[in-house]
C-alpha cells in the first residue's frame, strides 16, 4: 500500500502507544506485554509538535497507534458544550501526529470512528448493505462526529495513516464502563437498532497484526453484519442474569434525553475480512469472546 515497511528481522518491532489512560490504549499495552512486543506510551500531548518529535526520538519506534481523543464524559454530548477542546485533541493533534510520523517515516495506526455515518436512501436498515470505506461521511449530528469526519477527509491525504473506523466498542470487561454492553444495561431505556459494533478482544489483536503489516488506509474495522440492542440484551439475559429486563423508546423520546443525535449504520467489513478471512460475524463474536467467557446462567 505504497509505505515503506517497518519492523524488519534487523529491527524488531517497538510500538510507541498514545492514550495510556483510556481503555483501548490500556489494552493494547496489555496486548504487546501478552505477545512479547517492545512498546512504551507516549508522555507528549497530541498538538504539541515538539513533544511528539521528542517522544519519537527518545522511544525510536517502528510503529505509532493512536489510541488518544476526546469522546467525551460521560458520554459525546460533552463535546456539544466543550468544542475547542475537542478540537484540540481530535483534529489538531491527530492531525500533527501523523504529520510527525509521516516526517518520520512511520506508519501511524489510528484508533478512529465509524460512528460518521447514518442509515440512508441507499444503505437502508435490513437490507445488509453497509458503507464502504471509500463513501463519503453523512452523518454530523454531534460536534465529536463531524470533527472525526473532518478529519479522516484529512488523513486520506497522508499515505503513512492506517485509520479503522471502530463503532460501539464492546469487550470481555463487563464491569467497565465504556463497553457498549455495560452502558446498555444500565440505561431506563434504551432504542433497538441493528448496527455494526467492534468486539475488541477479537479485533485489538488483528489491528496490531495490521501494523506488523504496514497496511494503511481507511477500514472499517468492525466484526461484519450487525446486532441490535435488544440482541445484546437477550444474549445479556441468556448468559449473564436470567432477570434482567430492559426497555425500549423510539428515537423521537431518546431525542428528548440526549443533546445530540447518536449515529446508527452498518458498515462493509469485507475489506476486513479479505484481509482477515478468520475473523468472526458480530453475533458469533458476541458469543466466543464475550458471553461465554462470562457465562454466569447453566441455559443459553
Excluded at 497530541?46 to 493512536?66: C, G, M, Q, W, Y
Aim: include cysteine.
Amino acid at each position: 500500500m505504497g509505505f515503506p515497511a517497518n519492523g524488519s528481522s534487523d529491527k524488531p518491532l517497538k510500538f510507541l502507544i498514545y492514550g495510556r489512560t483510556g481503555w483501548i490504549g490500556g489494552l493494547l499495552g496489555k496486548l504487546c506485554e501478552s505477545q512479547g512486543i517492545d512498546y512504551e506510551y507516549g508522555s507528549g500531548r497530541l498538538e504539541n509538535r515538539i513533544s511528539l518529535e521528542s517522544d519519537i526520538a527518545n522511544v525510536k519506534p517502528t510503529h505509532v497507534f493512536n489510541a488518544a481523543g476526546v469522546t467525551g464524559r460521560p458520554n459525546v454530548d460533552w463535546c456539544e458544550s466543550h468544542k475547542v477542546e475537542t478540537i484540540r485533541t481530535n483534529v489538531v493533534g491527530t492531525l500533527t501526529l501523523a504529520d510527525v510520523c509521516r516526517d518520520k517515516g512511520l506508519i501511524l495506526i489510528n484508533y478512529a470512528t465509524g460512528c460518521i455515518f447514518e442509515y440512508d436512501e441507499a444503505h437502508q436498515i435490513g437490507t445488509g448493505i453497509g458503507f464502504k470505506e471509500e463513501d463519503t461521511p453523512n452523518f454530523i449530528g454531534s460536534f465529536y462526529s463531524k470533527t472525526k469526519a473532518m478529519v479522516e477527509e484529512l488523513l486520506k491525504n497522508y499515505e503513512n495513516v492506517c485509520t479503522l473506523r471502530v463503532r460501539m466498542p464492546i469487550s470481555s470487561d463487563l464491569a467497565n464502563p465504556r463497553n457498549f454492553i455495560t452502558k446498555i444495561t444500565r440505561y431506563d431505556k434504551v432504542v433497538n437498532i441493528p448496527n455494526s459494533m467492534t468486539i475488541l478482544d477479537e479485533l485489538l489483536p488483528i489491528s496490531i497484526e495490521m501494523g506488523k503489516r504496514n497496511l494503511t488506509g481507511i477500514w472499517n474495522f468492525t466484526n461484519p453484519g450487525v446486532v441490535s440492542h435488544n440482541e445484546i440484551l437477550e444474549m445479556y439475559r441468556d448468559y449473564i442474569d436470567p432477570n434482567f429486563t430492559w426497555k425500549n423508546f423510539n428515537l423521537e423520546e431518546q431525542a428528548k434525553v440526549i443533546v445530540a443525535p447518536r449515529s446508527n449504520n452498518e458498515l462493509d467489513a469485507t475489506k476486513l475480512k479479505t484481509e482477515f478471512p478468520e475473523l468472526l460475524s458480530i453475533k458469533e463474536s458476541l458469543i466466543k469472546y464475550v458471553f461465554e467467557p462470562n457465562k454466569k446462567t447453566g441455559g443459553a
